[in-house]
């Protein structure tokens, strides 16, 4: 199964943007990249996902690298609603599995 | 607005009960999902489910098993609970069986096995 490697941690200062990044070196052709955020005491929430191209939504934006092996979550203002636990995931075209990283916790200081 | 319930969000059992965690969805999606979450081990698929009375192994399934008899519904059956399943479970669905769609994850179920 294709895994996930992302950092334990990162800090930002709020107002400022975020680079949150993902390896996924053994990522097969046919598996989407998802980011999930987890906010205390709440179930996981959708925050953005893409197969090749860069995606945009009004929560962030997903930058994947043409190999594919990595990819980066971009949350361009960073505010303290904002600190939560961030997963990379990858989903194969089926659906089926899904491979949770451990996450990367996110502070957010003012 | 989308929504997935689950039954209890705290709950606290004694080794070698039957518990039942009940998952529903409003959304009339095909897939279910139930997850365990425990710290420093992220999110662990359990069992899952792409139709009424259809379901496959996640990734840990041992000592677990589900029921899906009706679309909105998704259970999830610890058969005798022990202590190593004390644990956050998490209930989500999903729309189609492709990987573009996202999950909608309920709030969670702390069960503590004693």
């Known amino acids: 199964d294709a895994k996930t490697t992302q950092p334990n941690s990162m800090e930002s200062n709020e107002e400022e943007p975020v680079h949150l990044p993902c390896n996924h070196s053994?990522?097969?052709?046919?598996?989407?990249i998802h980011w999930y955020r987890q906010l205390p005491s709440q179930g996981p929430e959708y925050v953005i996902h893409g197969l090749t191209s860069n995606v945009n939504n009004r929560m962030a934006s997903l930058a994947i690298a043409e190999d594919r092996k990595s990819s980066t979550l971009i949350l361009h203002r960073a505010t303290l609603r904002d600190a939560a636990v961030y997963y990379c995931?990858?989903?194969?075209?089926?659906?089926?599995?899904?491979?949770f990283g451990a996450g990367t916790i996110l502070r957010v200081k003012s | 607005d989308v929504k997935v319930t689950q039954s209890s969000r705290y709950l606290v059992k004694r080794t070698g009960e039957k518990v039942f965690l009940e998952c529903v969805q409003d959304m009339d999606h095909e897939n279910m999902f139930w997850y365990r979450q425990d710290p420093g081990l992220g999110l662990r698929l359990i069992y899952f489910s792409y139709d009424v009375k259809m379901k496959e192994k996640g990734d840990i399934p041992e000592g677990y098993s589900v029921s899906r008899e009706k679309k909105e519904r998704f259970s999830l059956i610890l058969e005798s609970a022990s202590t190593n399943q004390t644990s956050m479970y998490l209930c989500?669905?999903?729309?189609?069986?492709?990987?573009?769609?996202?999950?909608?994850f309920g709030p969670g179920t702390r069960l503590t096995v004693l």
């Open positions: 989500a669905s999903s729309l189609l069986r492709t990987g573009a769609n996202e999950q909608f």
């Open positions: 053994t990522i097969s052709g046919t598996d989407y």
């Open positions: 995931i990858l989903r194969d075209g089926y659906g089926n599995k899904l491979v």
